[in-house]
């Protein structure tokens, strides 16, 4: 009897001990999967960066290069297209977050008449269909007998940005503890004084989030991109383009790019946050 009983309370106990592990690791291991499958389709981009295909669509591995690396201009526009899209972006992105800091100081720190339908306003490129947005915009070059070109696919990328940057700075303004400017103000600082000093510095977190979030946004649109281009290929209508009649791996070269490049500087905004936080606390 007593032979049959310590076998049953170890696997008891064995059990327990497993059933233990998995509650305390069970959310890391689903926030691991999560992430390996978002990651897995920018792996499979990475990775046939290095592939040598044998027809014009780079869908099935061959070999092995750095060619497309070395020679990631070799297909012809493609430099062009992503000049382009850098170019409009780094204009957009910048364009929106100036207006968006300015539009998100007015909405929190001033009430007047219309608030709630600027607000309204402001949240509505968010929910609308980038479809919508793109034909909308179209119509109204049309009807102005704008040119289509470089001017038409900023003016479009400025307006749908401006609605992040305001988002972004708004959050951080709705926190901001105005104690700090008061404090300022009645130590003798003017009003530019007091938002160069004070409240530029600690909101400077919420632009450079909004300005970073444009210029990713813009830097991947498509659909209104294609309906308010005209002749002008940015990087997203040159891969469009360039996967109806094959797949060059080039394309991958530049997706990985901005993709290290992103990730790096993210990396590198950490540490630089984490260096500062612990200055501060031995401080």
């Known amino acids: 009897m007593t032979t049959l009983a310590v ?22 291991f689903y926030a691991a999967l999560f992430f390996l499958y978002l990651l897995l389709p920018i792996g499979v981009v990475i990775v046939f960066s290095f592939n040598q295909p044998v027809g014009k669509f780079n869908y099935t591995w061959h070999e092995f290069t750095f060619d497309n690396w070395r020679y990631w201009n070799g297909v012809p526009g493609i430099q062009s297209a992503i000049t382009l899209s850098l170019e409009i972006a780094a204009l957009a992105s910048v364009i929106a977050t100036a207006l968006g800091t ?33 034909a909308s915009l179209l119509t109204l070059f049309l009807n102005l007998n704008f040119v289509f070109g470089f001017w038409t696919i900023l003016i479009a990328h400025v307006m749908f940005c401006i609605s992040f940057a305001v988002v972004s700075v708004k959050a951080r303004l709705i926190g901001f503890d105005r104690h700090l400017e008061e404090a300022a103000m009645d130590l003798g600082a003017n ?31 498509f659909v209104v991109t294609y309906f308010n281009s005209g002749s002008e290929v940015t990087f997203p209508l040159f891969v469009w383009g360039a996967a109806r009649i094959g797949a060059p791996p080039q394309v991958n070269v530049i997706g990985s790019a901005i993709f290290i490049i992103a990730l790096t500087a993210m990396l590198l905004n950490v540490a630089v946050q984490t260096r500062r936080t612990k200055g501060a606390v031995t401080e």
């Open 191 to 221: 009003e530019w004084v007091t938002f160069q000093k004070v409240t530029l510095p600690l909101i400077a977190p919420a632009i450079l989030a909004a300005l970073l979030l444009c210029f990713a946004v813009s830097v991947d649109d």
């Open 102 to 134: 300015l539009i998100a100081l007015a909405l929190v720190r001033y009430g007047f008449r219309g608030r709630g339908v600027t607000n309204l306003l402001i949240f509505l490129p968010l929910s609308t269909p980038e479809i919508v947005m793109g």
């Open 7 to 28: 076998p049953a309370r170890a696997r008891a106990r064995g059990a327990a001990n497993v059933w233990a592990f998995v509650r305390r690791h069970v959310l890391a």
